[in-house]
């Protein structure tokens, strides 16, 4: 755009002359389209070639904005819409401005090249800062512009320059001697720590750069750190990682409280457990340059001697600080995907071959105390231990992803070591010692998951794998296999005592005289029954011997009641003699319970064994009066309904 073509907008009288002047803005426009895409191509090349011919495009631009500007404020003032075709030309005008913004820029990326290659040196480096903060304000600002070229040699020349700047302004203050810190040299370590605070980084214009003033602040530490443990001497050795983790950690110990006094008011706005936790990670992040220098290096067992160390490295950190305000590094290094992998592959290689071994081992039954009062095998001690082991080594770690892969082995190896019992228990009769022992894993493994279910990490892990409870489906699967191992022990004592009481069920209980003692023929059938409640009681869980002996009672009792009080036929000595054999069964069980236990029974048998006097008008006033046999059945303390008496009394052959 020329004066002469300047000039002519400014004389304009009317709207009917804006398409013809607007037309003249659209050449211009194209003209200045063309010179930018020279512009874009190469920086340098515009600075040499268009340099003076950009400068008076920029005036004469603004200058046409200004007027494009009063046109439009011009056509505004006037009652009738505008035409299609002016709102077109004034939208050319509109982008035009963009256009003068875009080279605006260009200028600025040219002037603050040639002034930062002056001064980027030792002794003027200092000057540049507002340069390159207003250098990476224009490029923050391009962010989300359209301007590929230009944006792509801006943030590129910002990212230049700010390295420069760091490595000068470093090599200018040097590293801080924590040593000697005192009243005197802090006011200037915190006047270069503000300096590096304000150099943001590029792309984050206006944002504090703590990192770079942190750096500057452990600069000491790094080099001490660098010259032991990452050059080749005695220090830096590979198989001895608890050697610089013992240095960080003293390190914490010794400067911890001198951080925080001397450097307190860089974070006005912080509190204590935030700075504490500053300076924490500053260290962890010299363990994560070494760590992830010998990971790559390590063989399978000093990699997982590595994560021994990291973890232990993490868990005495909390004597520094809430470990709430610390965002570990270390940690992050063992989630990522190749890494993470092979220590789940490590896991459970190790883990799967340890319960093999553990199988394997002759002392697997040795009789442990499981705290309960009841004795388990030292196998499912060994297992438990490993097994909560690989949760507690992750637990530290917050990524629910990781742990929720390790919730996973931890399961599979429960699913595990339960059809290595199931095996074993099908192999095993039940007077086996052993037979009782692997019954109380069975009930220890299910009272240590319930334990664990109250665990915050183990509910947080269960939700994020979908489970309704922590190790809810390992439990119902241990809850089945108990059921199956009781229901075959109570199956095996019941068939061999029903074994030895065959002669007994075929008794007459129509006898001469009572004996004096209970039948021979039931003799070995309850000494049996009384042997093996013995010996569970002595070798199994409480709970577990509750349910056995209980369902058994039930069992024996239900068995003898259908038996003999259905469908036999006594006289008063047949019944005293019944009575007399089952008072001894009820006595092998009054160890374990109340006489109230079998009350129903009791009542029966006292029924049955009614003088024949009694049990005939009883007989009788069942049939003629129930309520009278009501207060006669009171009397005794019986609970029974008359119906239930009656049946009974039928069985008396002698009434």
């Known amino acids: 755009m020329n004066e002469e073509e300047a000039l002519y907008l400014e004389q304009l009288s009317s709207l009917s002359d ?387 892969s390790f919730y996973s082995l931890q399961c599979d190896l429960l699913k595990e070591f339960m059809v290595h019992l199931s095996d074993k228990l099908q192999r095993l009769d039940h007077k086996d010692a052993k037979f009782c022992l692997i019954l109380n894993s069975v009930v220890y493994i299910l009272s240590v998951l319930e334990e664990w279910s109250y665990d915050q990490h183990y509910i947080k892990v269960s939700k994020f794998e979908g489970d309704t409870a922590p190790f809810a489906h390992i439990s119902e699967s241990y809850i089945l296999l108990q059921q199956d191992v009781q229901d075959s022990l109570e199956s095996s004592i019941s068939s061999k005592v029903n074994g030895l009481l065959g002669s007994y069920y075929k008794s007459s209980w129509i006898l001469p005289h009572k004996l004096d003692s209970i039948s021979p023929s039931c003799s070995a059938g309850l000494m049996e029954l009384q042997q093996s409640l013995s010996n569970l009681s002595s070798s199994l869980a409480p709970d577990n011997f509750l349910l056995i002996w209980s369902n058994l009672a039930s069992s024996f009792q239900l068995n003898l009641t259908n038996k003999f009080l259905t469908k036999s036929q006594f006289n008063l000595a047949g019944a005293q003699q019944f009575r007399s054999d089952m008072q001894a069964f009820c006595g092998i069980f009054y160890e374990y319970c109340s006489p109230s236990y079998f009350n129903k029974l009791n009542s029966d048998l006292e029924i049955l064994t009614l003088p024949c006097e009694t049990a005939r008008l009883w007989k009788g006033e069942g049939y003629n009066s129930l309520d009278n046999l009501i207060d006669l059945l009171q009397e005794r303390g019986i609970t029974l309904p008359p119906s239930e008496v009656l049946k009974i009394l039928k069985l008396r052959a002698d009434i």
């Open 18 to 404: 804006v398409p013809a002047s607007l037309q003249h803005f659209h050449n211009d426009y194209e003209d200045a389209k063309a010179k930018l895409s020279v512009v874009a191509t190469d920086t340098a090349q515009v600075h040499r070639t268009h340099k003076a011919k950009l400068q008076k495009d920029i005036r004469e631009a603004r200058k046409y904005i200004r007027l494009g500007e009063d046109l439009l404020e011009n056509t505004r003032s006037v009652h009738e819409p505008p035409s299609e075709e002016l709102l077109g030309k004034l939208a050319a005008v509109d982008q035009f401005s963009k256009i003068a913004k875009y080279l605006d820029w260009v200028k600025f990326l040219n002037e603050a090249v040639k002034f930062l290659d002056k001064r980027q040196t030792k002794e003027t480096w200092r000057k540049c800062l507002p340069i390159y903060d207003e250098l990476n304000c224009y490029a923050s600002l391009m962010e989300d512009t359209a301007c590929a070229n230009l944006k792509r040699v801006m943030v590129a020349e910002c990212r230049k320059r700010y390295k420069i700047l760091t490595e000068l302004a470093l090599k200018s203050f040097g590293s801080v001697n924590w040593k000697n810190i005192n009243d005197e040299n802090t006011p200037e370590t915190l006047e270069n720590v503000k300096f590096l605070f304000k150099l943001s980084e590029p792309l984050c214009h206006g944002k504090p750069n703590v990192k770079l003033g942190l750096k500057y602040i452990f600069s000491h530490f790094e080099l001490q750190f660098k010259f032991h443990f990452m050059r080749k001497v005695k220090t830096n050795d590979i198989k001895k990682p608890e050697w610089y983790f013992t240095k960080l950690l003293s390190w914490i110990r010794e400067f911890k409280d001198k951080f925080r006094q001397s450097f307190r008011s860089l974070f006005e706005n912080e509190n204590d457990a935030t700075i504490t936790a500053l300076f924490v990670e500053q260290f962890c992040e010299l363990a994560v340059l070494k760590l992830a220098d010998d990971i790559p290096k390590l063989d399978d067992g000093l990699f997982t001697h590595y994560i021994d160390e990291v973890i232990k490295f993490h868990k005495e950190l909390k004597d520094h600080l809430p470990l709430s305000h610390l965002k570990s590094p270390i940690l992050h290094l063992f989630t990522q995907e190749k890494t993470l992998s092979r220590w789940l592959q490590l896991e459970t290689i190790s883990s799967f071959k340890f319960l093999e071994n553990v199988e394997k081992d002759a002392t697997c039954f040795e009789e442990r105390e499981s705290g309960s009062g009841y004795p388990i095998p030292s196998m499912c001690v060994r297992v438990l231990t490993s097994v909560k082991a690989v949760g507690e080594r992750v637990k530290v770690f917050p990524s629910l992803a990781l742990n929720n």
